[in-house]
């Protein structure tokens, strides 16, 4: 089946630096990619829709300067979080569209102290 | 927009059968979708309903009634590997674009 890895698998960070979560579908080609953020005990709340080669669109109450998403090639989109604060902390999962389905990343567990 | 209500906790017996219900609002139907998430992890895909009735995949059963926006998961021969949380979830189109998620259902499972 399909696999989509995340890289690194947890990280942690002091507040105010920036951290680069890379997300990769290993054995297809993925024109797009979500990021989706999840707080403990709680939903995945989608971010934004990451297409390669252009620009992401983020949802509603998304700062797009804060999350900055990157989707340079048809197998890897990257997250940066900017200027990371505690409230950043949470599990942040992509996933990948391939053959009409899409499939979920492990998962990269962010804590800022 | 879209939303989807699920009870947030449910406890069933080990071997038993339980059954996850799930209502949604939406502006525009495409399917509703079933996912397992253990703590720490993933979500992976169970099951997704385009049509009315119920779609079996060995232990796992989803229902859907488009009509009521109503649909239900239920878990046969429950398993303690089967702790984990469950997720309706809507796809905005087709299963390979965007999903909205309901907030989830805890199964606990009693030996």
């Known amino acids: 089946g399909a696999v989509v890895s995340q890289h690194p698998s947890w990280v942690i960070c002091k507040s105010g630096t920036s951290v680069k979560i890379e997300c990769r579908s290993l054995?297809?080609?993925?024109?797009?990619m979500f990021w989706y953020r999840q707080f403990p005990k709680q939903s995945l709340m989608l971010m934004a829709t990451?297409?390669?080669?252009?620009?992401?669109?983020?949802e509603q109450g998304v700062e797009k300067d804060k999350f900055l998403i990157n989707h340079a090639s048809l197998t890897l989109s990257t997250l940066t979080v900017t200027s990371a604060h505690p409230e950043d902390s949470s599990f942040y999962i992509c996933?990948?569209?391939?053959?009409?389905?899409?499939?979920f990343g492990p998962g990269t567990r962010l804590t800022v102290l | 927009g879209q939303s989807l209500e699920q009870p947030s906790e449910v406890t069933a017996v080990e071997g038993a059968i339980v059954q996850i219900n799930c209502t949604y609002q939406?502006?525009?139907?495409?399917?509703l979708s079933w996912y397992q998430q253990h703590d720490g992890g993933a979500p992976t895909f169970l099951s997704y309903?385009?049509?009315?009735g119920l779609e079996e995949t060995g232990r796992f059963s989803s229902f859907l009634s488009r009509s009521d926006s109503y649909g239900y998961l239920l878990l046969q021969e429950l398993q303690m590997k089967d702790s984990a949380s469950y997720f309706c979830?809507?796809?905005?189109?087709?299963?390979?674009?965007?999903?909205?998620f309901g907030k989830g259902t805890r199964l606990h499972i009693l030996p």
């Open positions: 996933s990948a569209s391939g053959w009409g389905e899409q499939f």
């Open positions: 054995d297809f080609q993925a024109t797009t």
């Open positions: 990451s297409n390669e080669g252009s620009k992401a669109t983020y």
């Open positions: 939406t502006s525009g139907f495409y399917g």
């Open positions: 309903n385009a049509l009315d």
């Open positions: 979830a809507l796809p905005w189109g087709n299963r390979d674009d965007k999903i909205i």
